[in-house]
T-cell receptor, first 113, second 118 residues
């Protein structure tokens, strides 16, 4: 089954404790992206990747890191989480063809206390 | 700059009736794609329907149709014969299609929460 797999689904952590949210896709998509969703703001892009070793900042990159060492994986790293990073996070993948949107993972609900 | 506007934070509809969710967009690119996603209370993002900027006909997928008015830059979602399971958050999104070789991200509106009443 074609899918984007995110882990974990839920995470509660404390301020300053480094964490990684994993994302993996099995569709051989070139593009991968991370979004955060906050009430009233929709989904905003954090980082994206056009291919292996090619990443760039989205609209809200502060406090996040990413890497793309393999085509299928695109982890999101919070080196020192803060309470304002409490949010619902989505990983998504897609091809370069604009006719397609993205396939989304199931989401990770992160709470930083 | 590209922008998506959804002016209805919340809507409600009676079961079996039709409902229209509004979406306007702004872009200077002549080639783009418009999308609607559904987000139920479980949180996942479910793709509903797609409309390309050069498509002559409005897109339809089962009970979903997209009322595409290019000159007005609107892409409203119409749900016919609403069901209780349609209660969810709905997001309009756009992806430009420039051919410069650069990255074309998917941008979202703020969403509309739909409640279907029995």
């Amino acid at each position: 089954e074609a899918q984007v797999t995110q882990n974990p689904r839920y995470l509660i952590t404390v301020t300053g404790k480094k964490l990684t949210v994993t994302c993996s896709q099995n569709m051989n998509h070139e593009y991968m992206s991370w979004y955060r969703q906050d009430p009233g703001l929709g989904l905003r892009q954090i980082y994206y990747s056009m291919n292996v070793e090619v990443t760039d900042k989205g609209d809200v990159p502060e406090g996040y890191k990413v890497s793309r060492k393999e085509k299928r994986n695109f982890p999101l790293i919070l080196e020192s989480p803060s309470p304002n990073q409490t949010s619902l996070y989505f990983c998504a993948s897609g091809t370069g063809a604009p006719i397609y949107g993205y396939t989304f993972g199931s989401g990770t609900r992160l709470t930083v206390v | 700059a590209q922008k998506i506007t959804q002016t209805q934070p919340g809507m409600f509809v009676q079961e079996k009736e039709a409902v229209t969710l509004d979406c306007t967009y702004d872009t200077s690119d002549p080639s783009y794609g418009l999308f609607w996603y559904k987000q139920p209370s479980s949180g996942e993002m479910i793709f509903l329907i797609y409309q390309g900027s050069y498509d002559q006909q409005n897109a339809t997928e089962g009970r979903y149709s997209l009322n595409f008015q290019k000159a007005r830059k609107s892409a409203n979602l119409v749900i016919s014969a609403s069901q209780l399971g349609d209660s969810a958050m709905y997001f309009c999104a756009m992806r430009e299609a420039s051919f410069s070789g650069g990255y074309n991200k998917l941008i979202f509106g703020a969403g509309t929460r739909l409640a279907v009443h029995p």
